[in-house]
Every structure is written in C-alpha cells, then in structure tokens.
C-alpha cells in the first residue's frame, strides 16, 4: 500500500538552532515529493518540492528537503529556526503510477519554536 | 487567479439536516481533490476528480457522502443527512497532470470548518 509516514507528532526546537521534521514513504516507483505548511485556521500552504535532479531542494522561508531514495526519505530541514515557524507540517507523495495521480499526505507534525 | 476558492467558511447545521460544500477549482486545473481534517484521523482524501470524472472515491465514509463535479470549475461535497461525527475541516485542493516540473504540487482552499450539533 501507498503511504507517507511522519513519525514524529510534535518538534521543539529553540530559535536559532537547527530543526529537522521527518519524512518516510513507500510507494512504487519515483514519486513526486513535497512538505506543505499549515497555520492555525488555514489551508495548507505549499513549502518545496522534490521531482528529480538534485536531492537537496530550497523551498519557501528558507526551508530545505533532502531526498534519500536508498532510505526512501524525505525530510525537512531548517538551518536555523525562527518563532514564526511553529506551525503544522505536511509531507506528501504523488505516485507516479498509471492508475492513479492523486496526492497522499503523512499525519502531520507540529512544530514548536520556543524563544 | 485567486487561488481554490472554498464555500462557506463555516457551516453549523443540526444534526439530520443536509450540508453541501462549495469549492471553485484554479482555472486549467484537472484534477480536483476534497480532503477532510479532524485531530483524531488527521488529513484523509476522500475523493479526486480527473477531468470532471471521479477517479477514487474510496475514502468517502459511507454513503451519506456524495461528490459532484459537473464543470471543470466546480464541485460540491454533500453529505445527506449530516452526524456530529462529521464535524471537522473539509479542504479542496486542485493541481494539473503533473507531467513537467512546474505542474505537480496541489493548491489547497482555506476549508469549510462544518460542525453538526
């Protein structure tokens, strides 16, 4: 079965350092792979995305994904984190299968940034 | 564009009553998802659209569930008759195929938050 996993439900980190949010997928083939953002009372925001090329991708807000197909990762990073990106983060893949286009999203982790 | 345009913001309907969920796609867009978000099961797609025609409509719950997309600039979501287990935040999001770099990631709407009391 096709399926994104985010095994973290919640990251804190404090500003200024470094933050990582974990991506793991299965699903056949070469997926498209992307991190969306939400904040509170809104819609998902698209961050990055993976489709070929270079395994590390540069998104919105200064957010970065690294593409591991041998560990078949996906996972966010930040170099150096800010309040402003607490908020709930979504991976999610596109399989690439003739069957099927649609966009399959993990559960979500929640991002805490404390000053 | 204005981006997925989703109606209402929010719906309060009494349980019993019938709801139905607006969702105005991004003009060239052809394919059209409705997801639905609440704390306990997270972000579950419960139906896509390719070209108008549903492809996947395995995640609608049950059959008081019920998906039209009779243009390519509209759908609706109905649910006949609602339940409070329905209460959550339904989200529609379209995309193109997907066949060049810059035609593959969804755009979301700010969601219809429905709560049946």
């Known amino acids: 079965a096709q399926s994104v996993a985010q095994p973290e439900d919640q990251v804190n980190v404090a500003e200024g350092n470094p933050l990582t949010v974990k991506c793991t997928y299965s699903v056949s083939g070469n997926p498209y792979l992307f991190w969306y953002v939400q904040y509170p009372n809104r819609g998902l925001q698209f961050l990055l995305k993976?489709?070929?090329?270079?395994?590390l991708v540069k998104g919105s807000y200064g957010f970065e994904a690294e593409f591991n197909k041998s560990q078949t990762s996906f996972h966010l990073k930040k170099p150096s984190a800010l309040v402003s990106d607490s908020a709930l983060y979504f991976c999610?893949?596109?399989?690439?299968?003739?069957?099927?286009?649609?966009?399959?999203f993990g559960s979500g982790t929640r991002l805490s940034i404390r000053p | 564009d204005a981006g997925v345009i989703q109606s209402p913001r929010h719906e309060v309907t009494e349980m019993g009553q019938e709801v139905t969920l607006r969702c105005k796609p991004i003009?060239?867009?052809?394919?059209l998802f409705w997801y639905r978000q609440t704390m306990m099961r997270g972000l579950e797609l419960l139906i896509y659209f390719n070209n108008n025609v549903p492809i996947d409509d395995s995640g609608m719950p049950e059959d008081r569930f019920s998906a039209k997309m009779p243009n390519a600039s509209f759908s609706t979501l109905k649910i006949q008759p609602s339940e409070p287990r329905d209460s959550a935040v339904y989200f529609c999001?379209?995309?193109?195929?997907?066949?060049?770099?810059?035609?593959?990631?969804?755009?979301f709407g700010q969601g219809t938050r429905l709560t049946v009391v």
């Open positions: 999610a893949v596109r399989p690439l299968d003739s069957s099927a286009s649609k966009i399959i």
């Open positions: 999001a379209s995309t193109k195929q997907g066949t060049t770099r810059d035609n593959t990631e969804a755009f």
């Open positions: 993976y489709i070929t090329g270079d395994n």
């Open positions: 003009s060239g867009h052809d394919y």
